[in-house]
T-cell receptor, first 112, second 114 residues
Framework: GENVEQHPSTLSVQEGDSAVIKCTYS??????FPWYKQELGKRPQLIID?????GEKKDQRIAVTLNKTAKHFSLHITETQPEDSAVYFC???????????FGTGTRLKVLA | SAVISQKPSRDICQRGTSLTIQCQVD?????MFWYRQQPGQSLTLIAT?????????ESGFVIDKFPISRPNLTFSTLTVSNMSPEDSSIYLC???????????FGPGTRLTVL
């Protein structure tokens, strides 16, 4: 069945450095790829998404890239700040449905 | 984005009892989903709550354990039945809809079963 692999599971970076999280999916028909940020004790919040007809999307310090041939997409955070510390989840949807399948999550720590 | 509320925000329950979680959305939405998030884990879809028909459950989840209601386009409930400590998790509802529609999550219900 469909699955999403996410790496790394934990990531520590120095404040100001960049962070990259990568997800690989199995269903070639997937066409929507959101990223969620979950702070401790809070709900997951959508931070950026990309659709299959686009290769890259940016929103200030965050960007997402998509490689449909290789079936992977990545989250890039530049100039990291302590408030970027959280768990990040990638997701895609089950082919032909509106249901999401989530990656296993990456715990990002930004060290001041 | 839709504003979603859940009740209760947290509860501590005894094993063998049941808890019903409510999810309210401030606008009509086609689909509502229920997820479970075990401590330190990712989100696992329990079921899709369909308005006017029975919920659609994912593998590993059954209606007898997790009955769901969806009486209208803004409200749904999830019941966790005959609870055991293994049911201790955060339960989240989310909204979805047409293709490409973002999913927004409720604040979650933190359940502890003793």
């Amino acid at each position: 069945g469909e699955n999403v692999e996410q790496h790394p599971s934990t990531l520590s970076v120095q404040e100001g450095d960049s962070a990259v999280i990568k997800c690989t999916y199995s269903d070639s028909a997937s066409n929507y790829f959101p990223w969620y940020k979950q702070e401790l004790g809070k709900r997951p919040q959508l931070i950026i998404d990309i659709r299959s007809n686009v290769g890259e999307k940016k929103d200030q310090r965050i960007a997402v890239t998509l490689n449909k041939t290789a079936k992977h997409f990545s989250l890039h955070i530049t100039e990291t700040q302590p408030e970027d510390s959280a768990v990040y989840f990638c997701a895609t949807h089950f082919s032909g449905t509106y249901k999401y399948i989530f990656g296993t999550g990456t715990r990002l720590k930004v060290l001041a | 984005s839709a504003v979603i509320s859940q009740k209760p925000s947290r509860d501590i329950c005894q094993r063998g009892t049941s808890l019903t979680i409510q999810c309210q959305v401030d606008s009509q939405v086609t689909m509502m989903f229920w997820y479970r998030q075990q401590p330190g884990q990712s989100l696992t879809l329990i079921a899709t709550a369909n308005q006017g028909s029975e919920a659609t459950y994912e593998s590993g989840f059954v209606i007898d354990k997790f009955p769901i209601s969806r009486p209208n386009l803004t409200f749904s409930t999830l019941t966790v039945s005959n609870m055991s400590p293994e049911d201790s998790s955060i339960y989240l509802c989310s909204t979805g809809g047409t293709s490409y529609n973002e999913q927004f999550f409720g604040p979650g219900t933190r359940l502890t079963v003793l």
